[in-house]
Protein backbone atom coordinates (compact mmCIF):
# COMPACT_ATOMS: atom_id res chain seq x y z
CA UNK A 1 0.00 0.00 0.00
CA UNK A 2 1.31 3.79 -0.90
CA UNK A 3 2.40 5.36 2.41
CA UNK A 4 0.73 8.77 2.97
CA UNK A 5 3.08 11.51 2.21
CA UNK A 6 4.68 13.88 5.01
CA UNK A 7 4.30 17.30 3.59
CA UNK A 8 8.04 18.48 4.12
CA UNK A 9 9.05 14.92 2.46
CA UNK A 10 6.83 15.63 -0.77
CA UNK A 11 8.47 18.89 -1.17
CA UNK A 12 11.99 18.27 -0.80
CA UNK A 13 11.57 15.92 -3.75
CA UNK A 14 9.73 18.53 -5.92
CA UNK A 15 12.64 20.69 -5.59
CA UNK A 16 15.18 18.29 -6.43
CA UNK A 17 13.44 16.97 -9.16
CA UNK A 18 12.58 20.37 -10.27
CA UNK A 19 15.88 21.37 -10.04
CA UNK A 20 17.36 18.08 -12.50
CA UNK A 21 14.75 19.26 -14.87
CA UNK A 22 15.46 23.03 -14.94
CA UNK A 23 12.17 24.51 -12.85
CA UNK A 24 12.15 26.91 -10.52
CA UNK A 25 10.12 25.35 -7.56
CA UNK A 26 9.65 28.51 -5.53
CA UNK A 27 5.87 29.26 -4.83
CA UNK A 28 4.70 25.72 -6.14
CA UNK A 29 1.10 25.06 -5.34
CA UNK A 30 0.32 21.94 -3.14
CA UNK A 31 -2.72 20.93 -4.85
CA UNK A 32 -3.47 17.40 -3.29
CA UNK A 33 -1.42 15.34 -0.64
CA UNK A 34 -2.40 11.90 -0.06
CA UNK A 35 -0.40 8.80 -1.27
CA UNK A 36 0.94 11.16 -3.70
CA UNK A 37 1.33 14.85 -3.99
CA UNK A 38 0.63 17.22 -6.71
CA UNK A 39 1.87 20.42 -6.97
CA UNK A 40 1.40 23.54 -9.45
CA UNK A 41 4.35 25.26 -10.77
CA UNK A 42 4.27 29.14 -10.43
CA UNK A 43 7.16 29.77 -13.00
CA UNK A 44 6.04 27.68 -15.46
CA UNK A 45 2.63 26.25 -16.57
CA UNK A 46 3.13 22.72 -15.17
CA UNK A 47 2.15 20.07 -12.86
CA UNK A 48 3.69 17.84 -11.18
CA UNK A 49 3.44 14.69 -10.12
CA UNK A 50 5.34 13.09 -7.25
CA UNK A 51 4.13 9.33 -6.76
CA UNK A 52 4.03 7.60 -3.37
CA UNK A 53 6.83 4.86 -2.38
CA UNK A 54 3.78 2.22 -2.57
CA UNK A 55 2.90 2.97 -5.98
CA UNK A 56 4.29 0.62 -8.75
CA UNK A 57 6.23 1.81 -11.37
CA UNK A 58 4.62 0.24 -14.10
CA UNK A 59 1.50 2.24 -13.35
CA UNK A 60 3.50 5.35 -13.38
CA UNK A 61 4.98 4.43 -16.62
CA UNK A 62 1.63 3.16 -18.03
CA UNK A 63 0.10 6.90 -17.99
CA UNK A 64 3.41 8.01 -19.69
CA UNK A 65 2.84 5.95 -22.50
CA UNK A 66 -0.59 6.30 -22.49
CA UNK A 67 -0.33 10.09 -22.65
CA UNK A 68 1.98 10.58 -25.30
CA UNK A 69 -0.12 7.70 -27.70
CA UNK A 70 -3.48 9.55 -26.73
CA UNK A 71 -1.44 12.92 -27.78
CA UNK A 72 -0.38 11.56 -30.81
CA UNK A 73 -4.28 10.59 -31.79
CA UNK A 74 -5.23 14.31 -31.24
CA UNK A 75 -7.29 13.03 -28.23
CA UNK A 76 -8.57 15.38 -25.60
CA UNK A 77 -6.73 14.24 -22.74
CA UNK A 78 -3.99 16.02 -20.36
CA UNK A 79 -0.60 15.88 -22.16
CA UNK A 80 2.71 15.47 -20.90
CA UNK A 81 5.47 18.06 -20.71
CA UNK A 82 8.27 17.19 -23.64
CA UNK A 83 12.13 17.55 -22.81
CA UNK A 84 11.88 16.25 -19.50
CA UNK A 85 12.78 12.93 -18.23
CA UNK A 86 9.80 10.98 -17.81
CA UNK A 87 9.17 9.10 -15.21
CA UNK A 88 12.06 10.77 -13.33
CA UNK A 89 13.29 9.11 -10.41
CA UNK A 90 13.76 10.73 -7.28
CA UNK A 91 14.84 9.71 -3.95
CA UNK A 92 12.95 6.92 -4.35
CA UNK A 93 9.58 8.18 -5.88
CA UNK A 94 8.77 9.06 -9.08
CA UNK A 95 7.82 12.40 -10.67
CA UNK A 96 6.13 13.02 -13.61
CA UNK A 97 5.49 16.40 -15.12
CA UNK A 98 2.26 17.64 -16.60
CA UNK A 99 0.91 20.58 -18.71
CA UNK A 100 -1.22 22.73 -16.52
CA UNK A 101 -4.70 22.48 -17.93
CA UNK A 102 -6.41 25.09 -15.46
CA UNK A 103 -5.88 27.36 -12.83
CA UNK A 104 -8.88 26.99 -10.88
CA UNK A 105 -10.98 23.45 -10.38
CA UNK A 106 -13.75 22.94 -13.25
CA UNK A 107 -14.93 19.53 -14.38
CA UNK A 108 -16.63 18.81 -17.06
CA UNK A 109 -20.58 17.51 -17.31
CA UNK A 110 -21.91 14.40 -17.84
CA UNK A 111 -22.77 14.93 -21.43
CA UNK A 112 -18.90 15.75 -22.07
CA UNK A 113 -17.64 13.48 -20.68
CA UNK A 114 -19.89 10.69 -22.92
CA UNK A 115 -18.36 12.33 -26.02
CA UNK A 116 -14.58 12.01 -24.48
CA UNK A 117 -15.75 8.10 -23.89
CA UNK A 118 -17.42 7.57 -26.71
CA UNK A 119 -14.51 8.85 -29.19
CA UNK A 120 -12.34 7.10 -26.74
CA UNK A 121 -13.37 4.14 -27.17
CA UNK A 122 -13.08 3.76 -31.13
CA UNK A 123 -9.23 4.28 -30.71
CA UNK A 124 -7.34 0.72 -31.32
CA UNK A 125 -4.81 0.33 -28.80
CA UNK A 126 -0.84 0.09 -30.12
CA UNK A 127 0.75 -2.99 -29.77
CA UNK A 128 3.53 -1.03 -28.52
CA UNK A 129 1.83 -0.36 -25.33
CA UNK A 130 1.46 -3.73 -23.90
CA UNK A 131 -1.24 -2.46 -21.41
CA UNK A 132 -2.55 -5.50 -18.83
CA UNK A 133 -5.86 -6.83 -19.64
CA UNK A 134 -8.41 -5.35 -17.60
CA UNK A 135 -8.85 -6.80 -13.98
CA UNK A 136 -10.87 -5.21 -11.14
CA UNK A 137 -10.39 -7.85 -8.94
CA UNK A 138 -7.30 -6.80 -8.42
CA UNK A 139 -8.38 -3.34 -6.58
CA UNK A 140 -10.43 -5.64 -4.32
CA UNK A 141 -8.10 -8.51 -3.17
CA UNK A 142 -5.16 -6.09 -1.97
CA UNK A 143 -7.01 -3.96 0.10
CA UNK A 144 -8.74 -6.59 1.75
CA UNK A 145 -5.58 -8.33 2.49
CA UNK A 146 -3.87 -4.89 3.91
CA UNK A 147 -7.11 -2.94 5.82
CA UNK A 148 -6.27 -2.11 9.03
CA UNK A 149 -8.05 -1.75 12.43
CA UNK A 150 -11.47 -3.26 10.70
CA UNK A 151 -13.41 -5.40 12.64
CA UNK A 152 -14.01 -9.43 11.81
CA UNK A 153 -17.56 -9.31 10.93
CA UNK A 154 -16.44 -6.13 8.47
CA UNK A 155 -13.69 -7.75 7.39
CA UNK A 156 -16.17 -10.99 6.60
CA UNK A 157 -18.76 -9.43 5.05
CA UNK A 158 -17.25 -7.37 2.51
CA UNK A 159 -14.60 -10.54 1.75
CA UNK A 160 -17.85 -12.54 1.37
CA UNK A 161 -19.09 -10.13 -0.72
CA UNK A 162 -16.05 -9.91 -2.72
CA UNK A 163 -16.09 -13.38 -3.88
CA UNK A 164 -19.84 -13.69 -4.56
CA UNK A 165 -19.25 -10.73 -6.84
CA UNK A 166 -15.91 -12.46 -8.17
CA UNK A 167 -18.30 -15.41 -9.25
CA UNK A 168 -20.86 -13.32 -11.01
CA UNK A 169 -18.86 -10.79 -12.83
CA UNK A 170 -17.02 -14.24 -14.25
CA UNK A 171 -20.63 -14.77 -15.62
CA UNK A 172 -21.24 -11.22 -17.13
CA UNK A 173 -22.14 -11.27 -21.00
CA UNK A 174 -20.54 -8.07 -22.18
CA UNK A 175 -22.37 -7.16 -25.34
CA UNK A 176 -19.88 -3.74 -26.18
CA UNK A 177 -17.28 -4.58 -28.03
CA UNK A 178 -14.10 -4.85 -26.26
CA UNK A 179 -10.93 -2.51 -26.37
CA UNK A 180 -9.64 0.50 -24.71
CA UNK A 181 -11.02 1.94 -21.83
CA UNK A 182 -10.17 4.73 -19.25
CA UNK A 183 -10.80 2.34 -16.02
CA UNK A 184 -11.91 5.33 -13.75
CA UNK A 185 -14.07 6.93 -15.64
CA UNK A 186 -16.11 9.50 -14.44
CA UNK A 187 -16.61 13.45 -14.00
CA UNK A 188 -14.06 14.24 -11.43
CA UNK A 189 -11.60 12.65 -14.03
CA UNK A 190 -12.49 15.15 -17.21
CA UNK A 191 -11.60 18.67 -16.90
CA UNK A 192 -12.09 21.63 -18.17
CA UNK A 193 -9.27 23.47 -19.49
CA UNK A 194 -8.32 27.05 -20.17
CA UNK A 195 -10.04 26.82 -23.50
CA UNK A 196 -13.29 25.58 -22.14
CA UNK A 197 -12.51 22.06 -23.62
CA UNK A 198 -13.09 18.93 -21.86
CA UNK A 199 -10.06 16.83 -21.70
CA UNK A 200 -9.24 13.33 -19.76
CA UNK A 201 -6.85 13.29 -17.12
CA UNK A 202 -5.87 10.44 -14.58
CA UNK A 203 -4.45 8.07 -17.26
CA UNK A 204 -2.59 5.58 -15.43
CA UNK A 205 -5.66 2.57 -15.81
CA UNK A 206 -5.88 2.66 -19.24
CA UNK A 207 -6.13 -1.04 -20.62
CA UNK A 208 -8.30 -3.18 -22.90
CA UNK A 209 -11.43 -4.47 -21.08
CA UNK A 210 -15.39 -4.03 -21.54
CA UNK A 211 -16.53 -0.70 -22.48
CA UNK A 212 -19.42 -1.17 -19.70
CA UNK A 213 -16.82 -0.93 -16.76
CA UNK A 214 -16.29 2.91 -18.64
CA UNK A 215 -19.98 3.51 -18.03
CA UNK A 216 -20.65 2.43 -14.84
CA UNK A 217 -19.92 4.82 -12.57
CA UNK A 218 -21.86 7.92 -13.89
CA UNK A 219 -24.94 5.10 -14.09
CA UNK A 220 -24.08 4.43 -10.27
CA UNK A 221 -23.67 8.35 -8.67
CA UNK A 222 -27.30 8.74 -10.83
CA UNK A 223 -29.01 5.44 -9.63
CA UNK A 224 -27.87 4.86 -6.29
CA UNK A 225 -25.86 7.93 -4.74
CA UNK A 226 -28.10 10.78 -6.14
CA UNK A 227 -24.93 12.66 -7.46
CA UNK A 228 -26.15 13.22 -10.67
CA UNK A 229 -30.06 14.54 -11.84
CA UNK A 230 -32.01 13.07 -14.07
CA UNK A 231 -31.14 15.05 -16.62
CA UNK A 232 -27.30 15.41 -16.59
CA UNK A 233 -27.76 11.43 -16.63
CA UNK A 234 -30.02 11.23 -19.63
CA UNK A 235 -27.95 13.75 -21.03
CA UNK A 236 -24.69 11.01 -20.52
CA UNK A 237 -26.94 8.19 -22.09
CA UNK A 238 -27.86 10.29 -25.43
CA UNK A 239 -24.24 11.42 -25.58
CA UNK A 240 -22.77 7.76 -25.50
CA UNK A 241 -24.99 6.02 -27.41
CA UNK A 242 -25.91 3.39 -24.48
CA UNK A 243 -27.97 2.90 -21.79
CA UNK A 244 -26.13 0.53 -19.07
CA UNK A 245 -28.64 0.17 -16.46
CA UNK A 246 -31.32 -1.63 -19.35
CA UNK A 247 -27.99 -4.31 -19.79
CA UNK A 248 -28.50 -7.42 -17.30
CA UNK A 249 -25.40 -6.78 -15.99
CA UNK A 250 -25.30 -3.69 -14.59
CA UNK A 251 -26.20 -4.76 -10.91
CA UNK A 252 -22.86 -7.23 -10.36
CA UNK A 253 -20.85 -4.01 -12.18
CA UNK A 254 -22.64 -1.57 -9.63
CA UNK A 255 -21.80 -3.86 -6.65
CA UNK A 256 -18.57 -4.32 -7.66
CA UNK A 257 -17.74 -0.54 -8.10
CA UNK A 258 -19.13 0.38 -4.72
CA UNK A 259 -17.40 -2.80 -3.14
CA UNK A 260 -14.35 -1.18 -4.35
CA UNK A 261 -15.07 2.76 -3.72
CA UNK A 262 -15.84 1.13 0.03
CA UNK A 263 -12.43 -0.84 0.34
CA UNK A 264 -10.51 2.36 -0.69
CA UNK A 265 -12.21 4.01 2.60
CA UNK A 266 -11.19 0.94 4.28
CA UNK A 267 -7.48 1.60 3.95
CA UNK A 268 -7.67 5.17 5.40
CA UNK A 269 -9.88 4.41 8.24
CA UNK A 270 -6.80 4.53 11.04
CA UNK A 271 -5.43 7.36 9.69
CA UNK A 272 -8.43 9.61 8.72
CA UNK A 273 -11.44 10.12 10.76
CA UNK A 274 -13.64 11.82 8.12
CA UNK A 275 -12.50 7.76 6.32
CA UNK A 276 -13.55 6.19 9.14
CA UNK A 277 -16.51 7.66 9.35
CA UNK A 278 -17.99 7.01 5.59
CA UNK A 279 -16.53 3.93 5.67
CA UNK A 280 -18.58 2.78 8.69
CA UNK A 281 -21.57 4.26 7.09
CA UNK A 282 -21.06 2.06 3.75
CA UNK A 283 -20.24 -0.98 5.39
CA UNK A 284 -23.71 -0.42 7.34
CA UNK A 285 -25.70 0.17 4.29
CA UNK A 286 -24.24 -3.03 2.19
CA UNK A 287 -24.83 -5.49 4.87
CA UNK A 288 -28.33 -4.07 5.67
CA UNK A 289 -29.28 -3.41 1.84
CA UNK A 290 -30.03 0.28 2.82
CA UNK A 291 -30.22 3.31 0.90
CA UNK A 292 -27.14 4.83 -0.52
CA UNK A 293 -27.97 8.25 -0.94
CA UNK A 294 -26.04 9.30 2.53
CA UNK A 295 -23.23 8.40 0.59
CA UNK A 296 -20.76 10.83 0.38
CA UNK A 297 -17.69 11.79 -2.26
CA UNK A 298 -14.54 11.19 -1.60
Not at 58 to 64: D, E, I, L
Not at 88 to 111: K, S
Not at 144 to 161: F, N, P, T, W
Not at 201 to 217: A, M, N, T
Request: charged share 30%; net charge negative.
Amino acid sequence: MAVMFQAGAARAVLDAACRRAGLDPAGAELLRLGSNAVYRLASAPIVVRVAGDGESAAFVKRSVAVARWLEAEGFPAVRIVSGIEQPMAVAGRLVTFWENAQDREEYARPDELADLLRRLHRLREPEALGLPYFNPFAKVWEPLAEMEGVGDEDRRLLSERADRLHKEYDRLDFVLPFGMIHGDANVGNAIRRHDGRAVLIDLDGFCPGPREWDLVLTSLYYERYGWHTRAEYESFVHHYGFELMNWPGYPVLADLRELMMTLWLGRRITTEERAAREFARRVHAIRTNGSRRDWQPF
